[in-house]
């Protein structure tokens, strides 16, 4: 069946936050965005994060990599593909099937994570997702431009750890502990315009609910980002100009015995255009094993998730999607 049209969210389905107060405010000013953040946190599992501190220059940069990239012939791409890493890194061809073979996501990527070469230390034999990336030839800063976004976002990634934190009373460094060595993963996606014979009910990303803790997403003015509110019913995360959406992933969702929400989303590219995103995956170190935190378990709120140890879960999750040649 043809994926029926949704509407525009309003301001209570996907507020917009200015996180300016996170970057040079006072510690009430802290305390007021941290209480904004928590809120969208629990009643809606998504936010727009405005006056993030990123510098337009390496949002512009970022973007024009990606469609540099993505403009290679096929050949060139697969030079560096993902299969043939040993930690999950590079080139992802269009249209490969996911974990569900019913559901397709019609979409290339590129995706790396946090340099290891061979032999680190924080990288050790066997916790497969820590290791090199692979880069392309060409565009020729490819690796220089992602590096630096892939640290721009580590930064965001830490202010909003510490407002999350601040938002129910914890120490502001409390999540932070479980992110000293991250399996962070920033991506690469191209979303072309779908062919008209394209299977009915085929989308650019299947529904899902994202894995990890958070995720920090850019999206280009084209849209195609849905939400599955509350109520049901799907709704448009449109773009706005200068933010990125936050939404909540499972993990945070486990972390909080379920205070924080992690909402099912998709991506329809409707637009008719090339379509871009750049998605920030924030996930625990490798032998972290999250499971509610005792401060939201009671006898009458009892565990409702089961302990993951990241590492392995991470592995077996990624194995199944995308298996490798090398290992």
Not at 1 to 10: G, H, S, Y
Not at 154 to 175: Q, T, V
Not at 262 to 275: C, L, P, T, Y
Not at 298 to 304: E, I, K, V
Request: hydrophobic letters at 40%; a negative charge.
């Amino acid at each position: 069946m043809p994926i029926e049209p949704v509407r525009q969210a309003d301001p209570s389905e996907i507020p917009v936050i200015d996180l300016s107060a996170l970057i040079d405010g006072d510690a009430d000013a802290k305390r007021r965005v941290s209480a904004e953040i928590v809120h969208a946190a629990e009643n809606t599992g998504f936010f727009y994060a405005a006056n993030h501190g990123v510098p337009q220059e390496l949002v512009d940069g970022v973007f024009a990599t990606a469609a540099s990239f993505f403009a290679l012939p096929a050949e060139e791409k697969l030079k560096i593909g993902l299969e043939t890493s040993t930690c999950y890194r590079g080139y992802l061809p269009l249209d490969s099937k996911g974990s569900d073979p019913r559901q397709r996501n019609f979409l290339e990527a590129f995706q790396m994570g946090e340099e290891r070469p061979e032999g680190d230390p924080e990288a050790p034999a066997g916790k497969t997702l820590a290791g090199p990336n692979q880069w392309p030839n060409q565009p020729s800063n490819a690796k220089d431009v992602m590096l630096a976004y892939h640290a721009a976002m580590g930064d965001l990634a830490n202010r909003l750890h510490r407002a999350f934190a601040i938002g129910i009373d914890f120490p502001e460094d409390y999540f932070l502990r479980y992110y000293k060595n991250a399996l962070n993963q920033l991506r690469l996606l191209h979303y072309p315009p779908p062919p008209e014979d394209l299977d009915d009910g085929v989308m650019g990303a299947r529904i899902h609910s994202d894995t990890g803790s958070f995720t920090i997403l850019l999206q280009d003015t084209n849209g195609g980002l849905e939400v599955e509110a509350r109520s049901g019913e799907w709704i448009a995360a449109t773009p706005i100009e200068g933010t990125f959406v936050i939404n909540i992933g499972d993990m945070l969702e486990n972390w909080t015995n379920g205070r924080f929400i992690s909402i099912k989303h998709r991506v329809v590219n409707r637009s008719g255009a090339e379509r871009y995103s750049i998605p920030y995956f924030l996930n625990p170190d490798y032998d972290a094993v999250v499971e509610p935190f005792p401060e939201f378990v009671s006898p009458d709120n009892p565990p409702r998730f089961d302990p993951v140890h990241v590492g392995d879960f991470l592995s077996h999750r990624f194995d199944s999607i995308w298996p490798r040649k090398a290992i």
